[in-house]
Structures are given as structure tokens and as C-alpha cells.
């Protein structure tokens, strides 16, 4: 290559730039090749004449790797299927190229699933050209962006969603987008609602709902088995089998269906009614028919009595009665007539249950709630007592645990977010969790109702200005604030409400599968799904965003994971990303992991990454048309994630009251930031 600019019909073309394109033709086809570095060798030739000195001749080079053709019809298609051969020719690259590498045709109509149509960015090579994805294809089979911290992934992140609701497609706007971003930073409220002088332009289309941590509250009953194991660690051998069993007898309590249902506890009390021997029989009376009758003191039998909650049907308050009526002090007769009563009663009871009931009774990973107090005393010495020979020695077990659930229950830090504390049921509870979280929660809303998702909604109802929710409306971005989440419950929030969110969309009729397609964002990823778990228990966020990303695409649930250590990320995530988008990176072992998750093809581009600018970024996968190097656009407004300025602030005079060390310090004591509008009105 003699020349850096070769002339052409149309104008002088450069040839020689790093992430423009040449063309090489084969047939009819036209391979793309990007240009990944100019290399300059010398030569040097030794004449005849030795006393001569000859001056080098310098070749220069082109390093280009073939990304992709443009086929006779002048569609473009990412990858080779077709191979130059020794002195192939090449080509400059046309603008007509460009109009078909980068999609720039104009549409009357867009296809969703074909088209490349959302700009997200500009070629920094031609600034003519924007850099469009395909957001089916962005969202639709994971999408990872990775970078340095300050490099710019959040303001990435808020542009490309900014993009979207700015778009128009084919005359419609985004209306019913799901997109719940798990916020570590406290960052992405500013993005997506603005400040007082400056609010989001689309504050209303987009409604935002940030749940802080007075609303970030998950019900502990929402948890399954391997939840709970992993958050109280009951050793294997003894205490899992109690505390399962306990948690079996807590939730099963509970009435499901139409049918009776007497909770375990209840059950085998009535059932120790009669299993006495006569040596028992204290000032009962023996009733052979059923078996004999154990005696016990009135107040138990009525305690007894008391632990059945009827809900109205007939054969539960019968039952009840007949207890009722042996616990008080009645005669001989009538006594006799409810123990009578009470096995009838409790044998027609039994004849009601079948095979399915049983099933379910033994479910204990259903969200049905219970008393977290009850849990710890009451169903964990029935658990116990079951065991007839080795009760005392379990106690002693398992009391260890039972400490640790009695200290949880008392940590505020723990017990708030997961409402240990709740005494009450909440009515459909699971609905409105779903529903909040999803960003949905006006459609369950009822203004006479006081539980606290309910009231939350409320309070972001009756706020003013940018943070004021519109009514009757979804949000379509809920920013789950998890920055003063305490570290101890920060896996076991995360991933619960992945894998109730999972469930839930799973439990649609097969006709509406795919009907509401969301975006789960995992901001510092690393966070959430480590490669490597800490300690020697598996992370339960890992396992439930590891099915996510396996099973998710099916349902609709895509994940984006946002990190600036991609090394310490799962392998199984990452590995179902099929979009990338690469801030700098400068760790050779986060540079080494990233190009051995793409192709090879691709290798070559990536050696830029430790030298690209902040807002620079590397795009490949299947959401562009073509793997290329974009200058994103700007966020506006920008997360509040900007680098502190050091001169600007360290040279102007600061109030003397600034910073406000005994209110920060007031709001601290109370778990909250300080927030001079909320903490000090009068600020």
C-alpha cells in the first residue's frame, strides 16, 4: 500500500483509518472487513556497490478482519460464509457500503424483528452515521455492559432506555414497558425523573417509581425451603430436618381451597385426645368405640380449641364446639356426647381429604403466610415432639438455631426489609408485591386499604413535583433503591424477587406467554451473580439469575447485567449474553475473560479497549448490525453518577454549615439518608 487516500469517482477516500471499513469482493458478494491497524515494516536491500548506503524502503500495512457481507441484493449480514483468496482484490469502502453496513435506508414501516432502526450512538470513524440496535434482539437474549468504573455504563444504560421512550415506532410510543433496575448506587432516580429545574422530559410517560427503603420490604412467607436455608444456616444433619418440618407444620395452618383444613398442630392434638391407656383416666370417662381417653386439663383442651380457626365452615365449628364443651366443667354425660361429637366430626374431617390435599399440605415453598414468632416456639417443639425417642437431644440440637431466628427477629436490620415482625396477614399479599415491584400496582389499588405496600403507593401519590406518581398509570421503570439494604439480607432480597417475578410469568396460560415481556437491570452484577461464592455455600441470587438466564428468554424476562469486573461474574450469565457493550477496560484479566466470550473475529476489535474514551464504547452481538466501536449518546438527564470535582470544590467557600454532620449523622442513627427537604422542613 503506497497511499493512505485513494481517489474514486465520488471523492478522495482514507483508507488507512483505524474502524473503517475496506470491501473485499468474491462474486457477486462483498466481504466487510474493519481495519484494525496500520503497520509500517521496513525493508531493507544491500546493493552491489558495498560502499554505498542505501536508505530503507518502508511497506505499509493493513490489518483488516472480516466482520461480515454484503450479499448481490445489497443486504447486509453480520458474519463470513464466503473467503478471499491469495491477491483478491480490495476496495475502498462507498458511501452506498456504509448506507448498508449501518441500515441508514429510510422506512416507511419498521420490522421489529429484522431492522437495526434505535439509535443509540454515532460512528466516532463517520460521524454521519449513527449506530442503531435492534431492541428485540438488545433485550430478548441478555444483553451485558461492561466497563471500568467511571467509564460511563450507568449513563449508557440511561441513554439507550432515554432512546427508547423517545422513539417513535411506526407512530406508536412505549406505553407498557416493564423495566425494574435493582439500583446498588442510588443512582438512577435523577435519570429517569430529573431535578426540580430540569425535569425528565418524558416524567410523565415514563411515571418512575423508586422504591426506597421505606418501601423495599419482601415478605419472609414469600421465601421457599433453599431460601430459608440459606439465610438462618441450619446445619444439615439435624437442625434442616427440624426446621423444615416446622416450617411444613407453620404453613400448612393455613386454609387452602374450599375444603377443611385443620392445621398439623391442631390435628395431632385432637388425635392425642385418645391415645391413652386406662391408667390415664383421671375423671373422664372411658369411650372404647374410638380408643381410650387420655385426660388433660381443661385449659389445654380449650388451648386446644382455640388453635382452630373454622372460616366459616360448618364441620371445622362442630368440631370446635365439641372441644369447647369437654374443656369446660360439664357433666359426665354431656362430655361423653362430645368426645361422640368429636370423633364423628374428626373421622368425617378425615374422609374429606384426598390424595392432593396431602400434596399440598407437604408444599412448604408456597408464599401462604405465618407467624414468625409461632415458627420459633410453637411449630418448632411440635416438629420435635414428632420425634418420640430422641425429643430432649433434638431440643438441645436445634436450640442453637432457634437462637439465631429469635436474634434475626430482633435485628431491625433484617427483620424490617423481610417483615419478620408482621402479626397480621396481609390481604393478597403476593398480588400486590408482584404488582409493585413490577411497576403495576394501580391495578390492584384500593384506596381504603391500609397494608403498607399500600400505603407507600399512597405516599408517592401525594408527592409534589418530580416525584409525584401519576395516578391510574403503570410505571414503566421501577428503580429498586438497594443502596442502604443491609449487606446480611442483600442476596436473599435480590434474589427472591427474581425468582418470584420468574414464577409468577411461568404461571401464565401457555396463550399469553411472552405477553408481558420486562428488563431486570443488575447494577454492579458482581454484586448479585459471583463466579466464585464466598465461603462455602452458593450464593441464592447466583442460582435464581443463573435460571433467569437460562429460562427467562422463554417468558419474557431478560436480564441486563452492568458490571466493572466482568472476571468475577457467573460464567453461566454471561455466557447467555448475546449483546455486548464494552466500556474501557484496563484489568488484563477482565480484558482476557471478555475476548474469550466472543468470537475470535472479534478479538482484534477488542484490543482497543484500554484506551477508549469515557462514553466510548465497543458494540457486538446481536443487536447491531455489524461489531463496531460508537460514541453513545448522551444521557440527559444523567444518573446521578458523576466524578466529584475536586478543584471546583476544594477552591470555593463552602457555608460553615456544610456538611450538616449532626443531621446526617441523626438520619444515620435512624437508617436513612438525610434528605434536607424530608429530614429538616424548614431547611
Known amino acids: ?216 420490604k419482601v415478605p419472609f412467607w414469600f421465601m421457599n425451603f433453599a431460601d430459608f436455608d440459606f439465610l438462618f444456616e441450619p446445619t444439615s444433619g439435624t437442625q434442616a430436618p427440624v426446621f423444615k418440618r416446622a416450617l411444613g407444620l407453620a404453613k400448612n395452618q393455613k386454609v387452602v381451597g374450599a375444603k377443611p383444613i385443620l392445621d398439623k398442630f391442631s390435628e395431632r392434638g385432637i388425635l392425642s385426645l385418645f391415645d391413652g391407656s386406662p391408667d390415664d383416666i383421671k375423671k373422664k370417662k372411658k369411650y372404647n368405640d374410638f380408643g381410650t381417653w387420655k385426660y388433660k ?51 368425617e374431617y378425615s374422609s374429606l381429604q384426598n390424595v392432593e390435599q396431602i400434596a399440598i399440605e407437604k408444599n412448604i415453598d408456597l408464599p401462604i403466610w405465618f407467624n414468625f414468632q409461632d415458627l420459633i416456639t410453637r411449630f418448632f417443639d411440635e416438629a420435635i415432639n414428632e420425634q418420640e425417642n430422641s425429643g430432649n437431644r433434638l431440643r438441645e440440637f436445634v436450640s442453637t438455631l432457634r437462637l439465631r431466628l429469635q436474634s434475626y427477629l430482633g435485628d431491625e436490620r433484617i427483620s424490617q426489609p423481610l417483615l419478620l415482625n408482621q402479626t397480621e396477614e396481609i390481604k393478597n399479599a403476593l398480588a400486590k408485591f408482584i404488582s409493585f415491584i413490577l411497576g403495576d400496582f394501580c391495578k390492584v389499588y384500593k384506596t381504603e386499604e391500609t397494608d403498607l405496600f399500600t400505603e407507600f403507593y399512597k405516599e408517592q401519590l401525594s408527592k409534589e413535583g418530580i416525584e409525584k406518581l401519576v395516578a391510574n398509570k403503570p410505571s414503566q421503570v421501577t428503580i429498586i433503591d438497594m443502596s442502604l439494604l443491609p449487606y446480611e439480607v442483600l442476596e436473599t432480597v ?45 450464593s441464592i441470587a447466583k442460582k435464581v439469575f443463573e435460571r433467569i438466564a ?29 449483546s455486548f457493550i464494552i466500556h474501557r477496560l484496563q484489568n488484563p484479566e477482565d480484558q482476557k475473560y471478555v475476548r474469550q466470550l466472543v468470537s475470535a473475529a472479534n478479538e482484534d476489535i477488542l484490543q482497543q479497549l484500554p484506551i477508549l474514551p469515557q462514553q466510548h464504547v465497543v458494540i457486538m452481538g446481536d443487536a447491531v448490525r455489524t461489531p463496531v466501536q460508537a460514541k453513545m449518546n448522551t444521557a440527559n438527564p444523567r444518573p446521578n453518577s458523576n466524578n466529584p470535582k475536586f478543584i471546583e470544590n476544594w477552591t470555593m467557600d463552602l457555608p460553615k454549615d456544610f456538611p450538616n454532620y449532626e443531621k446526617i449523622a441523626e438520619a444515620w442513627e435512624k437508617g436513612e439518608k438525610y434528605n434536607p427537604t424530608i429530614n429538616d422542613p424548614e431547611a
Open 297 to 347: 386439663a381443661d385449659n389445654e383442651i380449650l388451648g386446644l380449641a382455640n388453635t382452630i380457626t373454622p372460616n366459616g365452615n360448618q364441620l371445622l365449628v362442630e368440631i370446635q364446639n365439641a372441644l369447647l364443651v369437654l374443656g369446660a366443667n360439664n357433666t359426665l354425660s354431656d362430655e361423653n356426647k362430645a368426645l361422640q361429637e368429636l370423633e364423628s366430626k374428626y373421622l
Open 1 to 216: 500500500m503506497k497511499s493512505l487516500y485513494k481517489s474514486g469517482y465520488e471523492d478522495i477516500y482514507e483508507v488507512a483509518r483505524i474502524n473503517s471499513y475496506v470491501i473485499i469482493p468474491i462474486g457477486a458478494d462483498r466481504i466487510v472487513a474493519i481495519v484494525t491497524s496500520v503497520r509500517a515494516i521496513d525493508e531493507t536491500e544491500l546493493g552491489k556497490n558495498k560502499e554505498a548506503i542505501f536508505l530503507t524502503k518502508s511497506a505499509r500495512y493493513l490489518v483488516a478482519t472480516m466482520i461480515g457481507t454484503i450479499e448481490n441484493i445489497g443486504k447486509y449480514v453480520q458474519g463470513v460464509y464466503n473467503y478471499p483468496i491469495l491477491d483478491n482484490p480490495v476496495w475502498y469502502v462507498t458511501r452506498q457500503d456504509l448506507d448498508n453496513i449501518f441500515d441508514q435506508k429510510q422506512k416507511t414501516e419498521i420490522d421489529f424483528e429484522e431492522d437495526y432502526y434505535l439509535p443509540i450512538g454515532t460512528s466516532p470513524s463517520f460521524s454521519d452515521y449513527k449506530i442503531k440496535i435492534n431492541p428485540d434482539k438488545f433485550f430478548g437474549k441478555h444483553a451485558a455492559i461492561l466497563g471500568n468504573t467511571g467509564s460511563g455504563k450507568s449513563c449508557t444504560f440511561a441513554s439507550i432506555i432515554q432512546s427508547m421512550f423517545d422513539f417513535e415506532y411506526n407512530g406508536k410510543k412505549l406505553q407498557n414497558a416493564h423495566i425494574i433496575i435493582f439500583d446498588t448506587n442510588g443512582e438512577y432516580k435523577k435519570a429517569f425523573q430529573g431535578t426540580k429545574e430540569t425535569p425528565y422530559k418524558k416524567l410523565n410517560e415514563v411515571n418512575a417509581f423508586q422504591i426506597d427503603k421505606n418501601g423495599m
Open 550 to 578: 437460562r429460562e427467562g428468554r422463554k417468558y419474557g424476562i431478560s436480564l441486563l447485567v452492568s458490571s466493572q469486573r466482568p472476571s468475577e461474574l457467573s460464567k453461566t450469565v454471561l455466557s447467555q449474553c448475546n
Open 494 to 538: 435480590t434474589g427472591l424477587i427474581g425468582r418470584l417475578i420468574l414464577e409468577f410469568v411461568s404461571r401464565f396460560p401457555e396463550s399469553d406467554r411472552g405477553k408481558l415481556p420486562m428488563v431486570i437491570a443488575l447494577e454492579e452484577a458482581q454484586n448479585y451473580i459471583p463466579e466464585k461464592n464466598r465461603g462455602d455455600r452458593e
